[in-house]
């Protein structure tokens, strides 16, 4: 490969993606039991939940999120930045059931545009006990959900996320 060239021979990182040999590497993909346990638990989540979980995803490091990360680059076969129905029962082999695989996009894509974007993902697959435990992330994650900044999230300031 073109990789290990001096830089004005070098060929970039997408054209590295699009590479047959790393095109054959990527095509038996399928999601660890772990990610793929986070994903059906996230699409089961009350909106709430999601929503703090997405806010903490944009608020992570690609270091917090490394395995993440590069799962969502392997599963998005187009590198477009979206997790389609297809991209992701090709990364879900396992699952036989077709509808399943269906119903945990559905329950993913918070912004249903019909494909997972990489916040959802990463939202979807945190380790959410290690974020939990950490008290910075949970107080920025409270504050923004306390929209007047009395200390107490009270119930029209949910309405106001969910809607």
């Known amino acids: 490969m073109k990789l290990l060239s001096s830089e004005d021979k ?3 990182a ?7 040999w790393i095109k054959e590497k990527e095509s038996n ?3 660890p039991s772990i990610h793929l346990n986070r994903l059906k638990e996230f699409q089961k989540s009350k909106k709430l939940k999601k929503a703090a979980l997405t806010y903490l995803a944009t608020r992570t490091s690609d270091s917090d999120v490394n395995e993440e990360m590069k799962l969502f680059v392997k599963l998005d076969k187009n590198k477009d930045g979206y997790l389609t129905l297809k991209e992701l029962r090709e990364g879900m082999k396992d699952i036989e059931n077709a509808d399943e695989v269906a119903e945990i996009l559905q329950g993913v894509d918070i912004d249903n545009n019909g494909a997972i974007n990489y916040t959802e993902f990463i939202a979807a697959t ?3 006990k290690s974020y939990f435990s950490q008290t910075k992330k949970m107080d920025d ?3 923004v959900f306390d929209r007047d900044g009395d200390g ?3 119930e029209d300031e ?3 996320l969910l809607s």
Do not use: C, N, T
């Open 141 to 143: 994650v409270f504050k």
């Open 29 to 31: 993909i399928l999601i």
């Open 152 to 154: 107490v999230i009270d």
């Open 158 to 160: 949910i309405r106001q």
């Open 10 to 12: 070098r060929i970039s």
């Open 126 to 128: 945190l380790d959410q």
């Open 14 to 20: 997408k054209e590295a993606l699009l590479h047959p």
